[in-house]
């Protein structure tokens, strides 16, 4: 009797339901949603890429292990571009499975300066392929209000007269860059496992024996900078164009390389596996690496872009505090991090806990 | 003659905008029974409250025992409340709220143990112990609250109002209970009510309270028969209240005559002048029925009237009629022995009452012709 | 017939949303927690069962130390936070009439209108070392140079108390109010000081109401992320913290999921006590509040 009815009805449903989804497929392409750090996605090249491409830009602001445990939550599902650090790629790849190959045909790879891909081709191809490219890259080092305090390494954040004037992250890149300065190289004992815990034991004995001199550990760029402005914190390992920033603001307030060299990090571009927007997303990657556009990043983020020919477009300003903090002698000397291999995240997030629970 | 249990003396109360308690003077007898009648708003609390020291007098002292009170707090007064609504410890069983007082002035255990199970037998609740208190009936909670109190043996013992809540059949037999319970305890009782009955029931003294003053105070036979001022009148006991004017004065008795002009004659209360207002009670047990005059005393003037309905209310019956030519309403007990039960709304009647049983007062400023 | 089938159908119906919320949002998270708590990774993509995660709670002393800090400190703020509300809540309930009561309830509400964060970030501006307490404090002389007010224990404590005290307040006046007046003054006529009206009388009286504010009051702060963690800087060692760590930037989940069950089990194991030792009732507690 009512059969015919329910029928009807679910009919439709369906129909609606597919209406739906048609016209939900229609608006993916025309959407792009990228997970990215703070400042990486500056509005205005939003809109002028809107303008150009029809696509509209869907932000979401993160970190390198937020981005990781949010694609890993919904298995690569929410966004169709992230960009996490070269060396975090293959080992969640390896794990979650989280991103799918680039399609190096679909790149406009000529915009991109070799050497960096290069770094990035090694470090993020696994079973074969590519995971990533480079998207803007810059190094840490330490930031110093030079007329009240004195730092020329890591290992002095640590000295007694600036007890409670100085700040970290409390993470993994603040293990390498004690390594260095405790003279040791943490890269090349990456695949002797015990060797490597052990190190990374005597860099956290270090810290915690340090940890009385750190005011805090920054979660985020503002609390550091709040932190400098305000003259709570004297000295801090913080990366180059924040420490370019407060020198703007304040002349006393410096970025030093450090003695044992600099850590370079190279920031990416990835595809999650089920992004549902590739074109799209493509298409941003060619229109970012554009020199005119890379500039325009460049000058609005304060980092360096993997784009080439940007020199001529670039703000004096920078090209001056980048060509005084780091002539070719130092640029040589900067250290990449390489991919890193399973297991080693696990013995450093137990030593970055102990410093952590550390009195 | 031993001093009095309490002497209130000159005590004054003012709230922000009206004076509570105005200059009260009176004492309550060692052993007594003493009842503060009014109706609600006329400071009685405000007055039971000074006692058992929940508020400070404004004016004057209230001594206890003969000791004076002043900045004496109510857990160090001679003094124990049964309140409205009994206030039972619901978290303590029977047994406990008894021994709650024992236990604060540091009495043992075992001794507790002993005086609570006493009292508790006395008021006849043996065995309810260890019972909840909402377990308990109306009545037996009552006297759970009286014998919390008593077991502390307090020179006085406050009870506010506390057959309010109860039934009307569990209330009249509450009202025996109380005056047996006093009468065996012989505690100190100081009671208010707004129900004269209760008043007149229980107490050897009542004091009747209007506006902060005592209007009267005396045993309940003076209240009922011998009333000092209108409100008096009006408030102990039914009464037929008449307004009018004095129209000749002979002696003690005064002739009125009212607006409508039906005369009455009635005792005089004060002197007043020929023309002055005036307002007369008249008790319904005080006049005398007839289907004709034959049946009524000659010595009395004659009334006549229809009646207008008949209020059966067993021994309490009573019959409202209209007088005959002003229709002035006016109600006359029913005699005990079940005659005039018969009478049928409309049937005239006729009926006196001895001037000496009414009383005739001046009329109070601002009274209305609203009967009391 | 028709009519019982149909009212169970309506039944069913009407439950449903609520069933449906519990099993999806609540029920089935738990169960794949328990789950992922019970593995251990061996190698990329493959995992055993195992009871590796639980073993190295016990093995590692700085899980412990920091599970038992956590616990220790929640139980302290929940006992200051009832300290520090129940006069206020007297107050509410049994001082101030009317207007009065409603405004300093209102005036207690007011700072929940804000979001937590906005909360803790606020003390932090009144507290640290730049900001405004330390200032005074020197501008008054009581000290010579600002004095750093942020990432200490006490400063955790007053942040977790401040945070709390709503969620004691409500159960404590609603418990406070039902009690009637009389009862007070009839056991002061009948003898009994302050000290031991509140012991005999209004505890006894408010103690459901008590122990429902304890109990939520105990699970927000064991449970709080935000407010050890920024109050508490580089000292806070919260074990949600650990959670989080453990989840987001480790990748454990194994480990997190773990520790998230371990943590539910200390509030559960916490809350028993509590009603316990206040000999109430979990049903009749959550009805009061």
Redesign the interface.
């Known amino acids: 009797m009512t059969k015919g009815r329910t029928l009807k009805r679910i009919a439709i449903w369906i129909w609606l339901g597919s209406v739906c989804a048609v016209s939900a497929h229609a608006a993916d392409s025309q959407k792009l949603r990228i997970i990215s750090w703070a400042d990486y996605v500056p509005a205005e090249v939003v809109a002028a890429f809107k303008k150009e491409t029809g696509i509209t830009v869907e932000l979401t602001l993160s970190n390198n292990e937020e981005m990781i445990s949010k694609l890993r939550a919904t298995h690569g599902a929410g966004y169709d571009l992230a960009q996490p650090s070269q060396d975090r790629i293959t080992g969640p790849q390896r794990d979650f499975g989280i991103y799918k190959p680039i399609d190096l045909s679909k790149v406009k790879l000529g915009q991109f300066q070799l050497g960096l891909l290069d770094i990035v081709r090694r470090n993020t191809t696994l079973n074969g392929q590519q995971y990533a490219l480079p998207y803007l890259w810059g190094t840490d080092g330490l930031v110093v209000n030079t007329k009240r305090a004195k730092a020329a390494d890591y290992l002095d954040l640590c000295k007694p007269d600036l007890a409670g004037k100085t700040s970290i992250r409390l993470r993994r890149p603040t293990l390498m860059a004690f390594a260095f300065a405790m003279g040791k190289d943490p890269f090349a004992l990456y695949s002797d496992t015990k060797a490597y815990s052990a190190l990374m034991d005597q860099v956290g004995a270090k810290l915690i024996a340090c940890k009385p001199n750190f005011k805090f550990f920054y979660d985020n760029k503002d609390q550091l900078l709040n932190g400098i402005r305000s003259g709570e914190v004297l000295a801090a390992m913080m990366w180059d164009t924040g420490g370019w920033t407060l020198n703007r603001e304040n002349p006393d307030i410096q970025f030093i390389v450090p003695k044992s060299g600099a850590l370079g990090w190279l920031d990416t571009y990835a595809l999650p596996a089920r992004g549902r927007n590739d074109a799209g997303a493509y298409a941003w990657i060619n229109y970012t690496m554009r020199p005119e556009i890379a500039a325009k990043i460049t000058k609005s983020v304060g980092s360096f872009s993997a784009a080439q020919n940007t020199g001529p477009l670039l703000d004096p300003k920078l090209k001056a505090q980048f060509a005084a903090a780091f002539p070719d002698s130092v640029v040589k000397a900067i250290h990449w991090y390489p991919s890193i291999p399973p297991g080693l995240e696990e013995i450093e997030g137990k030593v970055l806990d102990r410093v952590k629970a550390a009195n | 003659m031993s001093t009095p249990d309490l002497v209130a003396d000159a005590v004054v109360k003012r709230f922000a905008d009206h004076v509570a308690v105005d200059a009260l003077s009176f004492s309550v007898e060692r052993g007594s029974f003493f009842s503060i009648l009014g109706p609600s708003g006329c400071g009685k609390t405000t007055l039971l409250r000074m006692i058992a020291g929940f508020i400070a007098p404004d004016g004057g002292d209230i001594a206890i025992g003969g000791q004076s009170m002043r900045n004496v707090a109510p857990n160090r007064r001679p003094v124990n409340m049964v309140f409205q609504q009994l206030a039972l410890f619901p978290m303590m069983s029977v047994g406990e709220n008894v021994e709650f007082g024992l236990a604060r002035r540091g009495v043992g255990r075992a001794d507790r143990k002993r005086k609570s199970q006493e009292m508790l037998e006395r008021v006849g609740l043996s065995g309810a112990a260890h019972k909840r208190v909402d377990e308990l009936s109306g009545g037996q909670r009552q006297r759970v609250a009286i014998a919390r109190s008593l077991v502390l043996e307090p020179t006085l013992l406050l009870l506010d109002e506390p057959l309010g809540a109860l039934d009307l059949k569990l209330r009249e037999h509450m009202k025996i209970e109380l005056k047996q319970l006093q009468a065996a305890f012989g505690t100190t009782f100081v009671y208010i009510t707004h129900d004269q009955s209760e008043a007149l029931v229980l107490s050897d003294h009542v004091g009747v309270m209007n506006h902060g003053r005592f209007e009267q105070l005396g045993t309940p036979q003076e209240l009922y028969y011998r009333p000092q001022t209108p409100f008096v009148a009006g408030f102990v006991g039914a009464n037929n209240r008449i307004v009018g004017k004095v129209d000749s004065i002979n002696g003690e008795i005064v002739a009125l005559s009212t607006a409508s002009g039906w005369s009455i004659r009635a005792r005089r209360h004060g002197s007043p002048a020929a023309g002055a207002a005036v307002e007369a009670f008249v008790r319904p047990e005080a006049c005398i029925l007839g289907r004709s005059v034959a049946e009524l005393p000659q010595e009395f003037p004659v009334q006549a009237g229809a009646v207008q309905s008949l209020l059966f209310d067993g021994a309490n019956s009573s019959v409202l009629l209209l007088e005959e030519r002003t229709r002035h309403e006016f109600r006359i007990a029913l005699p005990q022995t079940g005659q005039f039960s018969d009478l049928k709304p409309g049937e005239k009647i006729v009926f006196s009452f001895d001037p000496e049983r009414a009383a005739c007062f001046p009329a109070r400023a601002g009274a209305d012709g609203r009967s009391a | 017939m028709q009519t019982r089938w149909h009212a169970r159908l309506m039944l069913a119906l009407l439950l449903a949303p609520a069933l449906l919320w519990l099993g999806a949002l609540i029920i089935l998270p738990h169960l794949d927690l328990a789950l992922l708590s019970l593995r251990q990774?061996t190698?990329?993509?493959q995992y055993v069962s195992s009871l590796a995660q639980y073993r190295t709670f016990f093995h590692?002393p700085?899980?412990w130390?920091?599970f038992v800090r956590t616990a220790v400190m929640s139980v302290v703020s929940t006992l200051f936070t009832l300290l520090v509300a129940f006069p206020i809540a007297w107050i509410i309930a049994k001082i101030l009439q009317g207007r009065a009561s409603s405004l300093l309830f209102i005036v207690c509400l007011v700072p929940f209108w804000v979001s937590e964060t906005v909360r803790t970030l606020g003390w932090m501006i009144l507290l640290?070392?730049?900001g405004v307490l330390p200032a005074l404090l020197v501008k008054l002389g009581l000290t010579a140079v600002p004095v750093?007010f942020?990432?200490r224990d006490a400063t955790i404590m007053l942040g977790l108390v401040y945070t709390s005290m709503l969620f004691m307040l409500v159960p404590l006046v609603s418990s406070l109010e039902s009690l009637?007046n009389?009862?007070i003054?009839?056991?002061?006529?009948?003898?009994?000081?302050g000290a031991?009206i509140l012991r005999?009388?209004v505890i006894?009286?408010a103690a459901p109401g008590i122990t429902a504010g304890c109990i939520i009051v105990f699970m927000l702060t064991l449970g709080n992320y935000l407010t050890p963690t920024l109050l508490g800087?580089?000292?806070s060692?919260w074990f949600t913290e650990?959670i989080y760590?453990q989840?987001?930037?480790?990748?454990?989940?194994e480990q997190g999921a773990a520790f998230g069950f371990l943590l539910l089990g200390l509030s559960t194991a916490m809350v028993m006590i509590g009603l316990r030792l206040a000999g109430q009732r979990f049903g009749d507690v959550m009805r009061r509040t």
């Open positions: 990774r190698g990329p993509q590692e700085l899980y130390h920091v640290r070392e730049s750093e942020l990432y009637d009389s009862l003054e009839a056991a002061y006529d009948l003898g009994a000081s031991s005999t009388i006894p009286h800087g580089k000292n060692e650990q760590t989840f987001i930037t480790r990748f454990n989940w």
